[in-house]
């Protein structure tokens, strides 16, 4: 994944400026995930693919009963982790729904910072793989 050298910048002084800071924020991290608004809807997403959706279906669902089309999608963000709010197996594989902060993005035409924004991600737990 290509990182524009100024956006590496912010996020290497994002996640190290302040590393030895009690309190201070977590590392920053980059990865593909579908993410939501509520922890809710990260689980109702999760419980439609183990019935048989396919994730197009499932995320059409979660928004629609959201009333928000953009409630659930797969993004690619620059993110603090934050707690795992739920672990839950989908189609067979452990996943964690995880409180997260997003801080930048990219929509296919590059990154773009945004302002700090608080989602939760359906991720594999650290050190497994997806």
Not at 84 to 106: E, H, P, Q, W, Y
């Amino acid at each position: 994944m290509r990182l524009s050298l100024g956006l590496v910048a912010v996020v290497w002084l994002m996640s190290s400026a302040h590393a030895q800071a009690p309190g201070a924020p977590s590392e920053v991290a980059i990865g593909h995930a579908i993410i939501c608004d509520t922890s809710e809807q990260a689980a109702r997403y999760v419980t439609l693919r183990n019935s048989g959706s396919e994730a197009v279906t499932a995320l059409q669902v979660v928004n629609t009963e959201a009333n928000k089309e953009t409630a659930c999608g797969a993004a690619v963000v620059a993110f603090r982790r934050g707690e795992t709010v739920r672990s839950a197996r989908m189609n067979g594989k452990r996943v964690d729904v995880v409180k997260i902060t997003v801080v930048a993005l990219n929509a296919g035409a590059g990154w773009s910072l945004v302002p700090e924004t608080e989602q939760y991600a359906i991720i594999p737990p650290p050190g497994i793989e997806a």
